[in-house]
Every structure is written in C-alpha cells, then in structure tokens.
C-alpha cells in the first residue's frame, strides 16, 4: 500500500480549495489550479502518477473531515459546468479515471485490513477513498454506475469502530444515488441491497438508520416497489409504540416502560425516519383501509412529547420533524404550533428541546431547497410543455406559510446563553433569507444583533447576510440600524455570563474594535445615512429618552470605537455632543433643584415671602442655593479653586438635601449619560489628536472635502468611563444612600454647575478671564470624568491649526452657535 503524500502538500491544498468561493480573481486561479492538478487526464500507462493523485485527493478530503466538503462540490461543479458545451471534455474524463482508480484502490485497501500493523492507517484510507467516491456521485451519479455492485458488499461491514460506520453510511448514500439510475439491475442485486438495508436499520443506531431508511426510499419508489416488505418494518414500530402508549396511559409511573426504553426511543425514531421517505397513506401500503396513517402517527408522536423523560421527548421531536417533512401541512395543526412556540420561547425550556426545533425547521427548509432545486433541473427538460414558474411558486408558498408561523420565536432565539442555539437560529433564518420565503426587513435588526456574536463563525455568516440584503434593497440597512443596535445590546445582556459586570460594546482583544463595526462600515459611506444614524444614537443620551445607564455604556463605547476614517466623522459626533450637553445639562440642574426646593417647602412650609426675605445664617435654603450658584469668580476672584471654597459649597448643598433621596438618585443616574458624553468628546478628541480650535471651526454644513482627510489615530489610546463603571457596579440605583455617597453626588452637581457656567459665557471677557474660565471648565471636566491630569484628557499633540487656543480638555464651539 502506498505511503501517504507529504502533509504540507495536503495543507497547501486544503488552505486553496478552501477559497473556491472567493472573489472572481480568485476563484478563477483556484479552478485552474486544482483543474491541472487533479482533473486534467492521467496517461493510461503511468501508474504512479495515477496513484500520487489519488493519494492527494484523499488525503485532502480527510483533512476536510470536520468542516465540510462544501469546497470540492464546489469545484467540480464549476468546472464540469465550464466545459458543458465543449466537444472536448478533458474534466469529464479526467473524473471517470478517478472514479474507477479510487474503486481500485478501495479493493486494495479491503484486503489489506487483515494486515493488523497497517489496518488503522488503512482504514482510515478506505473511509477517504469511500467519502471522495460519494462526493463525486452527488455531482455525477452516473459515474458510479458501473460500480454499484461492487459497493454493495460493503453494506456487510461489521461495525466496530467509528470508521466502519462512516463506510456503511458513504456506500447507502452512494446506492442511493445509484441505483435508481442502472438500467435493468438484476432482481437478486436488488433484494440482497433491501435486506442489507433492513438488517442496518434493526440492528444499528441513529445515523445508520437515518441513512439506510433514505436509501431504502430511493431503491422502494423509484426501482423495486417492494411496498410489502417496507410497511411490515413499520407495522412493527408503529405497533410497538401504540403499545407502549397505552402501557404508559393505564400507569405513567410503571416499570415496564423504564426497561423498553431503548426499543421506544428506537420505535420513535424508526417511525419518523420511515414517515419520511414514505407515504403510508397511499394505497400501494395500506391498501382501502380508511385510516389517516400520517394523523394516527401525528397523535402517537404528539403523545410522547409530553413525556417527563426529556431523552423521549427529544426522540419524539426528531420523528414528528422527519414526519413534517413528507407532510409539511402538519405543522399548521394548533398543538404543533404549541408545540414549536412553547418550546422556543420559554427561557426556562431545555436547551437540548429547542435546538432540536431548530433542527426540524433547518432540515425542512434544506429538503425543500434540495426539492425546488431538483424540480428546477426537471422542469428545465420539459420547460415547454409545463409551466414551471406555477410549480415552484406552489412549493414556495407553503414553506413561506410555514416560516411565517414560526419566525419570531426564531429569531427570539438569538436572544440566549447557549450559543449553539444561536447556532441553529441563525442557520434556519439564513435558509429562510436565501430562499426568500419572508421580506428580509424583519430579520435585519436581528442580524445586525447577531454580527456581534463572541463565535467569529456566527458573525461572519450574520455579516454575510446583512451584505447581501444591502445589495438588493438598499436603505433597508439603514433604517433598522439603530433597533438593530439595541437589539445587539439585549444579545450581549443575554450572553453576559456575569449579571455583575456591565456589557460593553467593543471586543476584550487586541484589536478593541467595537461589536457593531461591521454595522458602521456598511452605513458610513453614505454620508446623509450616516449623520442620520449618528444623531439618533447620540439622542439616546438626551435626558428626555429615558435610556437605561448601561445601554448608554454599550453605546458609548461602540461610538468610542467605531472604525472611522475621515476626520468629519468624529468632528460631527462631537460637534454634536456639544449641542446635547447644553440643552441635557441644564435640564438636569434645573430638575435638581426644582426637586430639592420642592422638598423643602414640603418640610418646612414657609411663606414665599418668608423664603425671600430670610436672613438667618441657619443655612436656609434660598441662601444656599443662591450662594452655591454663584460663578466663583464672582464670589472668590481670587482663589476660586481652593478647597475651602469647595468644602463649604458642598456643606451649603448638603444642608438643604431632602430627607427622601430620590432626586439624588435620580440626579446621579441620568447625569450618567451626560458623563458618558463628556468622557466620549475627551476621547475622540485624544484619539485624533484634535484641538479645541479644529472642533470649534467645525461646521457639519461645510463641504465634505473640507474634512475629507484620513485619520491620524493615536496608539494606546483606551476609552475607560470610570464614573459610569463604578455606578453600574455598586448598583447604586438600588442601594441605600450613604452619606459620603451624598457628598460625591453634591459634589458631581456642584461640578456640573460650574461646567454649565462656563460653557457658553454670556458677554464678551478679557484675555486673563478667558483663561479663568478656560480653567474652571477644565477642572470641572477633569472632576467629573474621575479625577487625573488635564492631560490625560486632552490630545497630546495639537493640530497646527490650533492658533494658541486652549488645550485642556472642554466643551466648545456652543457658543459660536
């Protein structure tokens, strides 16, 4: 037996094919290539050359094992296609030389198994050369033809290891496809492959049933008719259920049903398998008796997801889903539809349970993507005589109907822990996207929320999805783009597997990119899209939107690390935080205050003209307030930032707090979304090394060239919101409100007062003013966001165009406007 071919060589290949559907360019090399090295035709005399091809393939194919063989249906089929209409058709004979050498080689592999030294290596060999033999007979099931009947012994296999299992299951798959394509195969050939095929099914598990039950279907109706002999196999396993049934109606809690449990699980299975590839109400099985077979089996399954034994539970799913989909009209019935939705919306449901519903509905949509397909390439042949547009839109309508029952409880499914049910939500709305059974619009919000699954797998195929929707309906992106944000939120809350922790919105790797930067990419090139998106997620940040403090966390650190690329992107956001920080932050000091002074007449009840004309040194209210309100240029030009200064405004507030904290509470969570804000300006302000001045100068009306120049981004430059991490995490908005809590909260107010003040100052100041003022703002900033250097929160090298302007962190430009 011949040594194997070099394992780089083996990986160079794997890591090519794999690209077979790439771009053009691409695709175009990897054709040519793998067509000179494996589908150009071999000289009948040299044996050697044959052999190392033979040997590559396989070997590629075992490597391919685990993640598909997509890649090599792919290519074969792109380049049989290619030389359809040629005379000359070296593919073509290129294919009928590997097919009959990998039958060769697979004889010899057979004696050689007795050689115990070798057999791992050479069963392992057997398996490739028997899968690649398959993968050829789904492209060209002619080829095989001529070897049916040398296949068939191998349905004898006897079973011991995994690839022994894998021989039987490749030789049924490629009988299936066979057989039904020989001409007049002998009738003793024919009842040997039948009872092979029964004695697989009675004797082995799930995958060899599933297998040689669809092979049995090909043989049965399109070749033998044997019906007899297929409904005594399901007479046997129907009536082991209907008995099992009603042992189990007359006591649910006897013995005798625990020790059957094996031959129920089986009797399940069997029985939906056989539904499956057969109609049992036709009259070639039941003859005229007037019994509804498929109700009869729908009844009987049905019973048995009721079970209190998930594993007969699950067995019943998988025969009721086999039955669907010979019958698909089932699933319209009520308790299906219980059934189905109960289980994939109820969060306390087993997760063995739901992905299994999944499953149904993916195999489903496959079998009847495999079926439109199939009647596509008939209809061709006769396109004629029939109207083929009228026959596929018939099949279409009932898999529409059905995907429109059970969409939303689909895609509700993104919304979980496990991410193997993500897995198959995604697969069942990917095929139902691809076959275009609903109005791609409702899934957008949902794909956008699952292109920041953790599974670079599941991103991937969700970004792929949503390309594909841009492409033939353009704006639909756009427009669900923010719900699909908020939507990505609630995913990442459900995949949170630390409730403790606040759910960010980029990723914990090297790269930091934010979850939906996929989403930003496909928006921002439209410039009018864009802003648009931009200003509706800054909206969320208004103190009137109600949002919860850490969505605006997740928000604000997409927005912190959104792959921008030309200067107006940042310039725009922060151009607008500006104008948001303006209106939000004096409704939100006005808010405090009203509450504080409302409280306080409440305790105290005094006259208005009591409250005016007060001139105790009691504290009273209206004296604090007014002197707290003082600008501290105004009340201590010449140290207003000292401590003392600081203390005693703190003590003025602190005397007039109700006792009933709400307000402060309320004050600390919706200044959060300000902070954030405040925190976010800083940060793209650092990242592109942007100046006071080069904000200011900013107009969003100006012409886009005017800011069209790429971005230089700075390094190391991380977006950490301290203040908002620390509220979310000590749950203040649940807890009791300590004193020193109260402090910091009058403090954060105080802080915000003064930033207010010297936000938009109200008359014209000369220089040394303007640089107090520039001061205060910058130490109220420096305050809020946490405490450090003005520094740190500044970019650290200027714009050219910043002309001496300030270059502490702050809010600017309001005032021009």
Not at 379 to 388: G, I, R, T
Request: net charge negative; glycine share 4%; hydrophobic share 35%.
């Amino acid at each position: 037996i011949e040594q194997p071919t070099f394992p780089k060589i083996t990986e160079m290949c794997v890591k090519m094919i794999r690209r077979v559907n790439d771009e053009e360019g691409i695709k175009k090399l990897v054709n040519e290539t793998f067509q000179k090295l494996w589908f150009t035709p071999t000289p009948h005399h040299d044996k050697a050359a044959m052999t190392r091809k033979i040997l590559n393939i396989t070997d590629v194919v075992a490597a391919c094992r685990d993640t598909g063989y997509d890649w090599f249906e792919q290519l074969l089929q792109n380049l049989l296609k290619s030389e359809e209409d040629a005379s000359y058709k070296p593919v073509k004979k290129a294919c009928t030389q590997l097919v009959d050498n990998l039958v060769e080689h697979i004889l010899k592999y057979e004696e050689s198994l007795s050689d115990s030294d070798n057999k791992g290596v050479n069963s392992g060999r057997l398996v490739a050369c028997i899968t690649t033999l398959f993968l050829f007979s789904k492209i060209r099931p002619q080829l095989m033809v001529k070897h049916a009947m040398t296949m068939q012994p191998y349905l004898t296999t006897k079973c011991s290891t995994q690839n022994d299992f894998m021989v039987i299951c490749n030789v049924a798959k490629i009988l299936e496809l066979v057989v039904p394509l020989m001409e007049h195969p002998s009738e003793t050939f024919l009842a040997t492959i039948e009872e092979d095929l029964m004695k697989l099914i009675i004797k082995y598990g799930m995958t060899v049933v599933q297998h040689c039950v669809s092979c049995l279907g090909a043989v049965v109706n399109k070749v033998t008719q044997n019906y007899k002999f297929v409904w005594a196999c399901f007479n046997r396993y129907y009536g082991a259920l209907s008995k099992l049934k009603s042992q189990h109606q007359e006591d649910p809690n006897s013995t005798i049903l625990t020790a059957n449990k094996p031959a129920l699980l089986r009797s399940l299975f069997t029985v939906g398998a056989l539904c499956r590839h057969f109609d049992f109400d036709q009259e070639d099985f039941k003859g005229n008796s007037k019994v509804n077979i498929k109700d009869k089996v729908l009844e009987l399954l049905m019973y048995f997801t009721k079970h209190s034994d998930e594993e007969v539970q699950t067995k019943a799913i998988i025969g009721l889903g086999f039955a669907f989909i010979q019958h698909p009209s089932l699933m319209f019935e009520q308790e299906v539809k219980t059934l189905y939705n109960s289980i994939l919306s109820d969060k306390n449901c087993s997760v063995n349970l739901k992905i299994q519903v999944l499953k149904n509905l993916q195999t489903y949509l496959q079998e009847e993507d495999t079926r439109m397909q199939q009647a596509d390439r008939d209809w061709k042949k006769v396109a004629k005589q029939e109207d083929l547009k009228e026959m596929g839109d018939i099949s279409s309508g009932m898999s529409s109907s059905i995907m429109q029952l059970y969409l939303k409880q689909v895609l509700e499914a993104f919304f979980h822990t496990q991410s193997s049910v993500r897995h198959f939500a995604l697969n069942v709305i990917a095929l139902t996207l691809n076959q275009g059974l609903i109005h791609p619009v409702q899934c957008v919000p949902y794909l956008i929320a699952m292109g920041t699954d953790p599974e670079p797998s599941m991103r991937n195929k969700a970004d792929q999805q949503l390309v594909e929707i841009d492409k033939k309906y353009a704006g639909f992106i756009h427009m669900k783009a923010v719900a699909g944000m908020k939507m990505s939120y609630q995913v990442q809350q459900a995949i949170n597997t630390c409730p403790k922790d606040p759910v960010r919105g980029f990723r914990h790797d090297e790269s930091s990119s934010a979850l939906c930067s996929h989403l930003y990419s496909m928006i921002r090139g439209n410039r009018q899209h864009r802003r648009a998106f931009l200003i509706s997620l800054l909206n969320l940040f208004d103190d009137t939107a109600k949002t919860e403090v850490n969505m605006l966390l997740y928000i604000a650190d997409n927005l912190a690390c959104f792959p921008y690329q030309t200067q107006e992107e940042p310039l725009f956001i922060m151009h607008h935080i500006d104008i948001t920080l303006s209106v939000s932050g004096s409704n939100l000091l006005q808010s405090f205050k009203e509450s504080m002074v409302k409280d306080k007449k409440k305790e105290r009840k005094p006259s208005s003209d009591e409250e005016t004309e007060s001139d105790s040194n009691s504290g009273s209210e209206s004296e604090s307030e007014e002197e707290a309100s003082k600008p501290r240029r105004l009340r201590k030009r010449v140290d207003s930032d000292s401590d003392s200064d600081e203390e005693n405004d703190i003590n003025a507030v602190m005397k007039c707090l109700p006792e009933n904290s709400a307000p402060l509470i309320e004050f600390a969570n919706v200044s959060q979304g300000i902070l954030l804000l405040l925190m976010l300006k800083q940060h793209l302000k650092n990242l592109c090394g942007f100046s006071d001045s080069k904000i200011q100068k900013y107009s969003p009306s100006e012409s886009a060239k005017v800011y069209d120049k790429a971005i230089n981004r700075k390094t190391g430059v991380h977006f950490h919101p301290k203040q908002t991490l620390d509220f979310l995490r000590s749950d203040m908005a649940n807890s009791k409100i300590t004193e020193e809590v109260k402090r910091s909260i009058v403090k954060q107010y105080l802080d915000f007062k003064l930033l207010m003040e010297h936000l938009d100052p109200d008359e014209e100041e000369e220089d040394g003013e303007v640089s107090a003022s520039t001061n205060a703002r910058n130490k109220a900033i420096t305050s809020l966001l946490g405490g450090g250097s003005p520094k740190n929160n500044a970019a650290e090298t200027e714009d050219d165009e910043s002309d001496g302007e300030d270059r502490g962190g702050g809010t600017s430009g309001v005032r021009r406007r």
